[in-house]
């Protein structure tokens, strides 16, 4: 595979991924429901399904709060670990830390032999945003080193026509 080819098949992945995630972001009334269920009937399956719902929020405190919970129902030994690793990574994913969220995903695949399709694409979707910022962060770097640099050439010409 070509290289161009692969970069297309990756930024095709994250364009896949953040879509998924943008449709899939709770709504209050669900999240007020399963709060709700946790508080009724606590339990570590209903926990969970209140996490997951949480981990693909757009704010950013209850994408913590779902990775808090997540990571709890992972430290006492909850049955769907994969599922619960996976909704934390998606949660760093949203809150724009990418290398914890490509980590993960990470410890996912090699805990499945490369089998989880989701987290493949996580994997993924983490690797092209991270270079994606890190690209833009340097351009917005080079960009102010050559104002600076122009500033003082201007102040540097400017004196001299004393």
Same mark, same amino acid.
């Given at each position: ?48 399904? %209140? ?26 030994? %909850? ?6 690793? %996976?909704?934390?990574?998606?949660? =760093? =994913? ?69």
């Amino acid at each position: 595979m070509s290289m161009r080819t692969r970069r297309s098949r990756e930024l095709g992945i994250k364009q896949h991924v953040d879509e998924m995630l943008a449709g899939s972001v709770p709504d209050n009334a669900l999240l007020a429901q399963l709060s709700k269920q946790c508080t009724d009937n606590p339990s570590q399956d209903n926990s969970f399904q %209140y996490a997951f719902a949480l981990c693909k929020s757009t704010d950013e405190g209850e994408l913590a709060h779902a990775v808090a919970i997540l990571d709890s129902l992972v430290a006492n030994g %909850y049955e769907h670990q994969a599922d619960c690793l %996976y909704g934390s990574a998606v949660a =760093y =994913y949203l809150l724009g830390d990418f290398a914890r969220s490509r980590a993960i995903a990470e410890m996912i695949l090699r805990s499945r032999g490369g089998r989880h399709d989701l987290a493949s694409q996580l994997h993924t979707a983490s690797i092209v945003s991270k270079e994606q910022r890190d690209r833009k962060q340097a351009a917005a770097a080079l960009g102010g080193t050559v104002a600076v640099a122009a500033i003082g050439v201007a102040c540097l010409l400017g004196g001299r026509k004393r």
